[in-house]
């Protein structure tokens, strides 16, 4: 079975323009999670989602947000980038049956530097 | 609050020596769940273990092995007869909730880089 998928794996931007990240959770996993990880501040939730709606939201600001589909693909999205946001981006997926926490599983990242 | 503390921010052994990697983890859930995770420098997360709070048995998987202690909350993880292809950071993770909670949110602590040298 194939694992978590992101695209694109790397990611230059400049201040100020926005940047779209994928990923493609394990098939049949119907929650995806993301999560930013930087030197400074380790690893970070950004938000969860289930069934194409947000279940759950870290402590980012609105700049960042995401989406899911019906194929439970999901893509998160940063707007205005800033110098801070250089990081790597983990997509991570679950298989959520009977309920509790189930074990995520994780994509390889994207690395967005911004410039 | 939730919060989860790897203490040992680099350790370095020889090949073969014994590492014990340390975990404290801050809950006030009676029901939450532990993991532990592999970053090799390809920067992918592996996962090694889950443990819910229900089952405080220790487990062993070929050289690796987790101590679960609620008494002290930890959650530490034993590599035996260590090998270069260890080397990575290992992150200790906690979830909260019980049945029907959230998934998504893990709290991940700061990770400890191990160096297995030859």
């Known amino acids: 079975k194939a694992g978590v998928t992101q695209t694109p794996r790397y990611l230059i931007k400049t201040r100020g323009q926005q940047v779209t990240l994928s990923c493609s959770p394990i098939?049949?996993?119907?929650?995806v999670s993301w999560y930013q990880q930087t030197p400074g501040q380790g690893l970070q939730f950004l938000f969860e989602?289930?069934?194409?709606?947000?279940?759950n939201k870290g402590n980012f600001p609105g700049r960042f947000s995401g989406r899911q589909f019906s194929n439970s693909r999901s893509e998160m999205n940063v707007s205005t980038l800033e110098l801070g946001d250089s990081a790597l981006y983990l997509c991570?997926?679950?298989?959520?049956?009977?309920?509790?926490?189930?074990?995520?599983?994780f994509g390889p990242g994207t690395r967005l530097t911004v410039l | 609050a939730q919060k989860v503390t790897q203490a040992q921010t680099e350790i370095s052994v020889v090949e073969k020596e014994d590492v014990t990697l340390d975990c404290v983890y801050e809950t006030r859930d009676t029901t939450y769940y532990l993991f532990w995770y592999k970053q090799p420098p390809s920067g992918e997360l592996v996962f090694l273990i889950r443990?819910?709070?229900?089952?405080?048995q220790n487990e062993i998987s070929g050289r690796y092995s987790w101590n679960f202690q609620k008494s002290t909350s930890s959650f530490n993880f034993t590599i035996t007869a260590s090998q270069v292809v260890d080397s990575a950071v290992y992150f200790c993770?906690?979830?909260?909730?019980?049945?029907?909670?959230?998934?998504?949110?893990?709290?991940f602590g700061k990770g400890t880089k191990l160096s297995v040298k030859p």
């Open positions: 443990r819910n709070s229900f089952d405080e």
């Open positions: 991570a997926s679950s298989l959520e049956t009977s309920g509790g926490s189930d074990t995520q599983y």
């Open positions: 098939s049949g996993h119907r929650s």
């Open positions: 993770a906690l979830s909260e909730g019980g049945y029907g909670g959230s998934q998504g949110n893990l709290i």
């Open positions: 989602y289930f069934s194409e709606t947000q279940r």
